[in-house]
Every structure is written in structure tokens, then in C-alpha cells.
């Protein structure tokens, strides 16, 4: 049996990619919004149902232009959540703003609005949720808040790329949502990011803040970074937006199965269930009660490892645990952050079509004998 990767990137058909690519070399124009970019961003809009997509050279960028189209006020505070990618953060404060991070709600994880809202303060700009894991945020909950108190709106979408919730895209929420089209995700350019916004008046921002916010060759009218993506980047999304479904179709496959084992066991739990909402089937989250289930969630990193099934304890450590935001607050309701309680409870299984029927009975004998063995040495203390 070959090693399962956490991740295993989805990738065109060679020929294919090298017909597009024929086409890129002969013009010669190899990047600053050409032909495949501008198809692709064309594309992008009408599948997710939003008037303006603008392509990045990666989510980072993506998150970091997008706040520099908002024009934050500089020094001000953004609220999000830490439990995220490091770049969520990063990207804040690489603007000149500062992170503020509130507690997450303990049943899907994402941005609790009553935890917001105690993190609220004079110099606050905005809010930064996460759909995490491709678990959605309670958008409507923030939305009202943010109207309050009039606080921008941007979404971190990396997880969440081809998710609806109630019939509307994600796309479409808050002012903007940045979409992360890395190799591990569903819908990926290899490297390259997405901002998309119901607010038209927001495209010529984004699209100088992604050009060193040049507007001519004499003005350069505003700060930006070169967050471009390049010709051979877009081309291989063009190809993969036809693949992205099928991948999509057998990972939803993979997750019933994967449910069937999961729910067989005291003291593990699936990914939340939301009501309306159609998952990206980006990840596949795993929750370990160690009191229930009779293990750690690293004993069962551990234990999957020796059988080559590589998961990812995604997301820990935590943002807080990182020494840039080392000893700032986690605003919560609670004594103790939910965040703080279950960082170390979570893993991501493999999931991707790579997987196999050996790969996922692999998965089920060693849960089953890590549960069986834990329950022995309980019975026998």
C-alpha cells in the first residue's frame, strides 16, 4: 500500500495544459492580466455567482489586497479567530493593522459573534472570519454585528471554495471573501489566490493593489504589493475547473465513509452537519475526546503514521502559540478559551481520491485496535 498524504494536489491533463501553454508562448505575454487570466477571472465570476473576481498570486496576497482596498485605517484592529492558517494573521498585520483574536463557537468552530462583539473596541475596522475546515461562519450573526458597530466584513474562504449556504455563494458574503487556490486545495492554480465582492466599486482597488498600485506608467496612485498571478498559473485553473467536480464528487464519497467508522466509536467526533449548507469537501476534521475514546488525538497521529496514513493536526498550534502573537488575549465567554480546550483534540484525515479502499480499511483497523487497546488498559486499571 503506497503512503496517503493529508493532501494530494488535483492536476489537468498534460496534454491539455500544453495545449494552453502553446498558446501562452506564442504571444510571449507570460503575466500582468493577460489573455488565460482574464478567461479564468471571467470564468470564476460566473461560477460563483459575484461580479467581481480578482485573481491573486497567492490566498496571502489575496487576504493582504483585500484589506488594502478596504483602506483600513492604519494602526486599527481586525478580529478573527485563532484558530487558522498562520497567513489569516499574518496578512493583518503585514497591512500595518493589528490582530484581535476572539473565541470560536465549540460545536463548528468558526468565529463566535457573542466573542466578537466583548473584542470590540474604539480603534476596531473590521472582522476577519474563517470558514474553517469548510464549516461555514454564522455570516448573518457577524453581518448584524458588523452593520452595529459599522465594521467591514471579510471572509478567509481558503476552505471554502464552491460552498453555498441558503442558495447563495459564499463568494457573495460580507464586503470581501479571499479564496486560497493553493496546490492542497479543491480548486487550485498550483500557487494563486481569489478575492471575490458583491461591491463593484471595489474592483479597480484590488486590482491596483495587486500591481504595486500603479495606474499608468507615471502614477502610482495608491500602496500595493505584486500580487499577480501569472499566464501558466491561470492556464492550469482554466483545466482545472472542469476536473474540480469530479474530485469533488468522490471525496463527498470518502466522507460517508469515513462518517461509518468515526460514528462506530465512544469519543470521536465528525465535522458539524449545517443546515443549508453545501460543503467544498476541502477537508475532512476529526474531533478525539482522549476521556471518551481512551487516546489522544496524537496517539492516533502517531498510530496512522506507522501505517504511512500521514493526517495533519490542523490547527495546532494555535495563532496565540505562535511567538509574533505569543501572550495576546483570546476574547471568549468562556473561563477558558474553546479554542485553548480543543486545539489539541482535532485532526485531518487524508482526503482526496487518492485514497483507497486498502487506505480506508488501513484507517478503520488501526482506530478500531487503538480504541480496543485503550479500552483493555481502562478495564484492567
Not at 450573526?141 to 442558495?167: N, V
Amino acid at each position: 500500500m503506497d503512503p496517503l498524504y493529508v493532501a494530494r494536489p488535483v492536476l489537468p491533463d498534460l496534454a491539455d495544459l500544453n495545449t494552453l501553454l502553446e498558446e501562452v508562448w506564442a504571444t510571449r505575454i507570460v503575466t500582468n492580466e493577460a489573455a488565460m487570466h482574464n478567461r479564468l477571472e471571467a470564468e470564476l465570476s460566473a461560477l460563483l455567482s459575484v461580479p467581481v473576481a480578482k485573481l491573486f498570486s497567492s490566498g496571502t496576497s489575496a487576504l493582504q489586497c483585500a484589506m488594502l482596498a478596504l483602506d483600513l485605517p492604519k494602526g486599527s484592529e481586525v478580529i478573527t479567530t485563532p484558530l487558522t492558517f498562520p497567513a489569516t494573521a499574518h496578512a493583518i498585520t503585514a497591512c500595518g493593522l493589528t490582530p484581535v483574536f476572539a473565541d470560536i463557537d465549540p460545536d463548528t468552530l468558526t468565529l463566535d459573534p457573542q466573542a466578537v462583539e466583548a473584542a470590540i473596541s474604539p480603534r476596531t475596522a473590521a472582522v476577519l472570519g474563517v470558514h474553517v475546515y469548510g464549516t461555514i461562519c454564522d455570516v448573518d450573526a457577524l453581518q448584524a454585528l458588523c452593520d452595529t458597530h459599522g465594521l467591514r466584513l471579510l471572509f478567509d474562504a481558503a476552505h471554502a471554495f464552491y460552498s453555498h449556504k441558503g442558495g447563495q455563494s459564499i463568494a457573495a458574503m460580507g464586503d470581501v471573501s479571499a479564496f486560497s487556490l493553493h496546490a492542497t486545495k479543491l480548486f487550485n492554480t498550483v500557487e494563486g489566490g481569489l478575492v471575490t465582492t458583491r461591491d463593484t466599486a471595489l474592483a479597480k482597488r484590488l486590482g491596483l493593489a495587486r500591481n504595486f498600485g500603479i495606474e499608468s506608467e507615471e502614477i502610482v496612485s495608491c500602496v500595493g504589493i505584486n500580487g499577480k498571478m501569472s499566464e501558466l498559473h491561470a492556464a492550469v485553473g482554466l483545466l482545472n475547473l472542469h476536473t474540480a467536480p469530479a474530485e469533488r464528487a468522490a471525496r463527498k464519497a470518502l466522507r460517508a465513509c469515513y462518517d461509518k467508522i468515526i460514528l462506530a466509536h465512544d469519543g470521536l467526533r465528525t465535522q458539524v452537519i449545517q443546515e443549508h449548507v453545501v460543503q467544498s469537501e476541502q477537508y475532512y476534521l476529526l474531533r478525539v475526546d482522549p476521556e471518551e475514546f481512551g487516546a489522544s488525538r496524537d496517539d492516533l497521529y502517531e498510530r496512522l503514521k506507522q501505517r504511512k496514513i500521514f493526517a495533519r493536526k490542523y490547527f495546532w498550534p494555535i495563532c496565540t502559540d505562535y511567538e509574533c502573537y505569543r501572550g495576546l488575549p483570546i476574547h471568549s465567554r468562556a473561563q477558558m478559551p474553546v479554542a485553548e480546550r480543543i486545539k489539541t483534540t482535532l485532526l485531518c484525515l487524508p482526503f482526496h481520491s487518492g485514497a483507497t479502499p486498502d487506505h480506508v480499511e488501513a484507517m478503520a483497523e488501526t482506530i478500531a485496535e487503538l480504541a480496543k487497546g485503550s479500552k483493555r488498559l481502562r478495564m484492567e486499571a
